[in-house]
């Protein structure tokens, strides 16, 4: 079986100082679920935001779902099968966490409104805050918004799912609900 990931000496520098991703090789199996640690600074938000391609590589080869990221073309692709959650949530303060959920459904996979709320609905349930559809981002807490930002993220059924620091945000009691919410 062909890795759903397969990442091959990449290596991305941020100017002529700092060499963030060193000939990273890796491969990720579809249903594998893979923890990359490190301390601060490391690379491994660089190395997810490569993934997505949010963040360009200079040598090496990424290839997802048997997609290869070595061409604009390709990137949209890939967008719409990588799922991520960062670690600053970045969901729009405009929309309610209901409407930051079905936004990218509307966009991306071009569900009627209809269909993306009763999506939006139902994974608001699934992460716990069902009564938060109307409340805006500056409304919640940090675990709330984590919680909409998965649920963003999961509406998109996404063959694979990244997240940057998802405990980041959250107290102690909250931790094992999300870690709960993202194994689902």
Not at 30 to 59: A, F, M
Not at 87 to 93: R, S, T, Y
Not at 137 to 148: A, K, N
């Amino acid at each position: 079986m062909e890795p759903i990931i397969q990442i091959r000496d990449v290596h991305k520098h941020f100017g002529r100082e700092v060499h963030a991703l060193r000939g990273v090789n890796l491969e990720v199996n579809k249903g594998q679920v893979v923890v990359i640690i490190g301390p601060s600074g490391s690379g491994k938000s660089t190395l997810l935001r490569c993934i997505n391609r949010l963040e360009e590589y200079d040598h090496g080869s990424i290839v997802v779902d048997g997609i290869p990221l070595d061409t604009a073309a390709n990137i949209n692709a890939v967008r719409t099968e990588v799922g991520i959650v960062f670690q600053q949530f970045n969901l729009f303060p405009h929309l309610t966490a209901l409407e930051n959920i079905m936004l990218a459904q509307r966009v991306v996979r071009k569900r009627p409104s209809a269909e993306a709320r009763r999506v939006a609905s139902a994974l608001l349930d699934k992460v716990g805050i069902p009564d938060k559809a109307d409340a805006y981002p500056q409304q919640l807490s940090g675990g709330q918004q984590q919680r909409v930002a998965i649920a963003r993220a999961l509406a998109m059924n996404p063959k694979i799912m990244l997240f940057d620091e998802p405990t980041s945000a959250l107290d102690p009691e909250m931790i094992k609900e999300v870690l709960d919410v993202m194994l689902s």
